[in-house]
């Protein structure tokens, strides 16, 4: 058996090879979506001109790899997203209280990403697409017109703005890994068509909204699978500016910048779950027949960051309605986190760190008083470029407290995520 300095060495030899894989596929991909956007016209008579014109198209920038044809109407970028774990124990990433937990240690690529996204034939229509290749999963594939400030349509699948935690890429979390909030009450990635918009820009009353019909069906799933859910977000920009979906305070607002935000969904789907694997079950639920589930949401939710201080909350209720055996479960559950960059009260504390702690609660049955998970987190990110390239290690403990069972995971967790 190979000693564990054998292991590592092995590891980053794979991890030099994965670059160079990732860094051709970028070339491929970028070259294949400049053809499908660039003018047609003839052969030119100078392929010296031609190969110095199309390489000044080409750069890179914050996103990655970018391409732009100088008029302003189309723009592509392309990057790639690597997320390496080292895990004291294994939980999957969606996990809930009835999925295994093993004690063993683990080393990975937890995530590995490919994004395309930038706008076609008008700044206002923009276009996104992520691919999973770690999973096999095509994630987003999504298009967007903005009319206006106060009006855009969206099409395709991704991550609708139900919550803020869910919604906040998995590059920009400031804990390892979201909260055990999430599996209960997130929407995930469905098929949808979404109205949003920005209302009373700048204004006391600066509101941003969100509506639209979700397929119901989870991530890839057939638009005949449910009649689908309605989704409503109303979020208040309390200064009169966005606060980006997005965690850590990196950019130090003077003036601070929060917003709060409630939200609603109600509809029939067959599912009782959702993650980025598709629809599924909650502990307790069978797999359903179409519509046989009436699910009905609401949150409510503050964020804040000012100076080097981060918040953000949220608040869950969910009800299930079994229209086949009659079955009524109500769910609440929430988390609060907090972060901060000492340097910005400490001279002497390091510029790039930041220290941050998080505790989630939730009841999956109101009917049954003992059930309950909670969560207790503290983490610490070294920042070398924002969240494109960072380290985080934290600690954590979970209790799941499913009848008549009780789990307890102490947990110590190392990741480094690195987009490119």
């Known amino acids: 058996m190979l000693d564990r300095r054998a292991y590592l060495i092995i590891e980053l030899r794979l991890t030099k090879k994965l670059k160079i894989r990732l860094a051709k596929m970028q070339l491929m991909l970028m070259a294949a979506s400049v053809t499908l956007c660039a003018p047609g016209g003839s052969v030119a008579a100078d392929e010296a001109e031609e190969q110095s014109v199309a ?6 920038g914050s996103r990655g790899l970018q391409f732009d044809d100088g008029s302003g109407n189309n723009y592509l970028w392309f990057g790639v997203r690597l997320q390496t774990r080292w895990s004291s124990s294994h939980v999957s990433q969606d996990a809930l209280p009835d999925d295994p937990v093993s004690s ?3 080393f990975k690529l937890n995530r590995g990403r490919l994004k395309l996204g930038g706008h ?3 700044p206002d229509f923009t276009v996104y697409s992520e691919y999973d290749f770690i999973d096999d999963r095509l994630l987003d594939l999504r298009a967007t017109y903005a009319f206006t400030d106060w009006l855009s349509i969206r099409a395709g699948q991704w991550k609708s703005q139900y919550n803020r935690e869910r919604t906040d890429s998995s590059g920009a979390q400031q804990f390892v890994e979201r909260s055990v909030v999430t599996p209960w ?33 989870g991530r890839g799933g057939s638009l005949s699978d449910a009649d689908g859910l309605w989704m409503t977000r109303l979020q208040w920009n309390i200064t009169g500016e966005v606060l980006a979906f997005s965690q850590s305070a990196l950019q130090r607002f003077k003036a601070g910048r929060g917003s709060i935000a409630i939200a609603a969904v109600t509809g029939h789907s067959r599912y009782t779950s959702f993650s980025s694997a598709g629809g599924g079950q909650l502990p307790g639920f069978d797999e359903g027949e179409s519509d046989q589930y009436y699910l009905r949401q609401w949150l409510f939710e503050t964020a804040w960051q000012k100076g080097g201080f981060s918040w953000q909350q949220e608040l869950h209720w969910k009800a299930i309605d079994d229209q086949v055996s009659g079955e009524k479960r109500r769910l609440f559950g929430g988390y609060a986190q907090a972060g901060m960059f000492f340097a910005e009260l400490f001279r002497s504390f390091p510029q790039p760190l ?18 309950v998970e909670k969560e207790a987190t503290l983490v610490a990110n070294w920042f070398f470029n924002d969240h494109r390239n960072k380290l985080s290690l934290d600690v954590s403990r979970v209790i799941r407290r499913l009848a008549p069972e009780t789990k307890t995971d102490n947990r110590i967790r190392l990741q480094w995520d690195w987009s490119f």
Do not use: C
């Open 55 to 60: 390489v000044s198209k080409f750069s890179y």
């Open 104 to 106: 063993n240690s683990e």
């Open 120 to 122: 076609l034939v008008s």
């Open 185 to 217: 009450f997130t929407l995930d990635r469905q098929k949808a068509v979404m109205l949003s918009g920005r209302i009373g820009k700048g204004s006391r009353l600066d509101t941003s909204y969100w509506t639209g019909l979700l397929s119901g069906a």
């Open 354 to 371: 930041e220290l941050a702690a998080r505790y989630a609660r939730v009841d999956p049955n109101d009917n049954l008083a003992s059930d």
